[in-house]
């Protein structure tokens, strides 16, 4: 990869934390299929029995149960009011930073009043004129040097470009993009934090939070600067400093918080689901010619992935009351697990869900979330996407998997994805 720097401690980074979360070696949407089938609410830890840690943390001592239907998945997500996300500030946000203050983790008028003043940052017209910077730097800067190689590992690029996006689009100089793969690295490691283990947990925590506070500094500094200049410029840093919603703008806590977290989660589930497409994709070359001849069909492409393969395969709320579903009661306090991947495929919803088929009708599915909660950057993800496929069809002609390495496979109980996509091209 001819870019101006490559980091180990990144790419160490990325496989610890995709080696957290993966799991016991199970077939995954498999053992979905079989509950959506004969047990659709589960009492009990579902993650935690096929050895993935979620959001909650390990030691919540809450009861749990598990989801696996579209219709119950829907509707706690919907609910934000029933089923709340506060309990994260515990789990997951107590390794971003003592209060926990992460916009998944709020609830209620918080939430609302965040999601205000970030929504309007993130909105698909406001990505379009970050969209020409962001195509010099995925085309231009990682895939068009690549050309001659007429082979490559996709993944050893699909790293490093939503980082170097987010790197750009926050506003750090581009002089310091090498320590900007280190700050990556430690938004890795912070995300790694929530073991099963309470020994392993405690040793993660205290690495987590040398990381989180070292990106902390570097991101408020960058904040106070530009906030000293006054916030001129397009970047994401700026845009936040001037963002106002009923009379409110964030303030440099707020704003370094946000960026913090787009460091550490917004590159690498960019990352995978790249993986995943890719890999979805080539496996089928009368797709991909049929998708670098209509390109209008990319969009269908990246949703398809999204709901086939989700990275995240499951989402977290606790009942703030007494509810029942399907039969089952769950107690005020309980944990409940929307299982994503079980949900994106539910046979209900979603004609012959097992197969990967672009064509589909589109219904919502759940990898980016589902009402209140809905992830705030995914348009932004699905810009990077497509650029990167669309520069991956023009410049690497008929390209395939390259037959000399193991295919790539999509796995992982959580944070799904293809560790290795080797490819070639003429």
């Keep these: 990869m001819r870019t101006s720097h490559r980091s180990e401690k990144l790419e160490q980074a990325f496989a610890a934390l995709s080696a957290n979360y993966r799991g016991t ?49 829907k509707h706690v997500l919907q609910d934000s009011a029933t089923f709340t996300s506060g309990f994260i500030a515990r789990g997951l946000g107590s390794f971003f930073s003592a209060d926990g203050l992460i916009i998944i983790a709020m609830d209620g008028e918080p939430h609302r009043a965040a999601r205000g003043l970030l929504q309007p940052v993130f909105a698909p017209n406001a990505m379009l004129p970050w969209r020409s910077l962001i195509e010099h730097q995925i085309r231009d800067e990682f895939i068009l040097p690549l050309v001659p190689d007429k082979r490559a590992d996709l993944l050893d690029f699909g790293l490093y470009f939503p980082i170097r996006v987010i790197y750009g689009l926050i506003g750090f100089p581009d002089d310091e993009l090498g320590n900007f793969y280190e700050y990556a690295a430690m938004g890795l490691s912070i995300l790694a934090g929530p073991q099963l283990d309470p020994i392993k947990e405690a040793e993660s925590r205290e690495r987590a939070m040398k990381a989180t506070n070292t990106l902390y500094e570097a991101v408020l500094a960058l904040v106070k600067r530009r906030r000293a200049e006054g916030a001129p410029g397009d970047d994401l840093v700026c845009r936040l400093l001037r963002a106002e919603f009923e009379g409110r703008k964030l303030d440099d806590h707020e704003i370094t918080t946000f960026a913090r977290s787009m460091v550490a989660a917004g590159g690498e589930t960019t990352t995978r689901t790249f993986s995943s497409i890719m890999t979805l994709l080539l496996q089928r070359p009368e797709l991909v010619e049929r998708i670098r001849n209509d390109r209008s069909l990319v969009p269908k492409l990246i949703d398809e992935s999204v709901r086939f393969e989700p990275v995240s395969t499951v989402k977290v709320r606790q009942a703030a009351r007494d509810v029942e579903i399907r039969g089952v009661h769950i107690p005020k306090g309980a944990m409940v697990q929307c299982v994503v ?43 990077e996407l497509s650029i990167a496929i669309n520069a991956i069809l023009d410049l690497f002609p008929n390209i395939r998997l390259d037959p000399d390495c193991p295919a790539p496979e999509i796995t992982g109980s959580m944070l799904r994805g293809a560790s290795t996509v080797p490819v070639i091209w003429d």
């Excluded at 609410?41 to 579209?70: C, E, R, W």
């Excluded at 909660?373 to 993800?381: D, F, I, K, R, S």
């Design 25 to 73: 070696d199970i077939d995954l949407h498999a053992v979905c299929r079989d509950r959506r089938m004969k047990s659709p609410v589960v009492a009990g830890d579902f993650m935690n029995s096929i050895g993935v840690p979620t959001h909650a943390g390990a030691n919540h001592g809450n009861q749990t149960f598990a989801l696996f239907k579209y219709d119950d998945v």
């Design 341 to 383: 991947a079980s949900a994106n495929r539910d046979e209900e919803i979603f004609d012959n869900s097992d197969t990967f088929n672009i064509d589909r009708r589109q219904k919502p599915s759940f990898t980016f979330g589902f009402g209140p909660h809905m992830c705030v950057g995914q348009y932004l993800a699905k810009m």
